[in-house]
């Protein structure tokens, strides 16, 4: 598969480093890296290895200590607090192992969430939620809430709610970690399906070697904050 030459994620020299009363943590130290638009990259580590830390930086969730995230043309480090939950709303979706749906709501009010935020009518996103939850095989479900439904179901309106908006970066943080294997394959097919149709951009973090080399074009990892192979 070729790719644009110009990357659509740019890291240049990503630090993030916390400071806690007694001492300062690196949880990334002078990450460098190019993503491509419609690529989908898999990150592998080890537990405390910075890789949520990567993703909620590219999320917009955090801010670099130092160094440049350029998605697109937005330089995320220089967004305001509006701008870059302007950028979370319209340009990228999270995927997450737990699946963080309201349990009041039902599967169609959790996908339309962001058109909610975003103002739009009610008919309006109604009807999107309701496609994006065929698109996931749940459009019979949509009245359910999550209570009702079984975990993959759950994890599929995490991926539809994800997706409605359709973003051009989908960050996914062990979106399969709490499913069995046949269900974790048929969620992994949906994201990559989407991101073949729609050339979005997908990084997905995992423990999970077998799945990273069958999902990913590339696969990197990272030690300790550090990048250390791709």
Not at 125 to 151: F, I, M, N, Q
Request: glycine share 6%; proline share 3%; charged share 25%.
């Amino acid at each position: 598969m070729s790719f644009e030459q110009s990357a659509f994620v740019q890291l240049t020299d990503v630090s993030r480093i916390y400071q806690t009363k007694s001492d300062s943590v690196t949880a990334l130290a002078e990450v460098s890296l190019s993503i491509e638009k419609g690529e989908r990259v898999a990150l592998l580590g080890k537990s405390g290895s910075g890789k949520s830390t990567l993703l909620n930086l590219l999320g917009a969730l955090d801010r670099p200590t130092s160094g440049s995230i350029r998605v697109s043309d937005q330089e995320l480090g220089k967004l305001t607090s509006d701008e870059m939950a302007d950028y979370r709303l319209n340009s990228v979706g999270m995927v997450f192992q737990a699946f963080n749906l309201i349990h009041t709501k039902t599967a169609a009010q959790n996908v339309e969430l962001p058109f909610v935020f975003q103002r739009h009518p009610r008919s309006e996103r109604r009807a999107r939620a309701l496609s994006v939850l065929e698109t996931v095989g749940l459009k019979d479900r949509a009245s359910h809430r999550p209570t009702e439904l079984s975990g993959g179901e759950q994890q599929r309106v995490a991926v539809a709610r994800a997706l409605v908006n359709e973003p051009s970066l989908l960050l996914a943080d062990e979106p399969t970690g709490n499913l069995d294997s046949a269900t974790a394959a048929d969620i992994m097919k949906q994201l990559v399906d989407y991101s073949e149709d729609h050339s979005t951009t997908v990084l997905l973090v995992t423990h999970d070697e077998e799945l990273a080399a069958e999902f990913a074009h590339r696969t990197l990892r990272l030690r300790d904050g550090r990048l250390i192979a791709s």
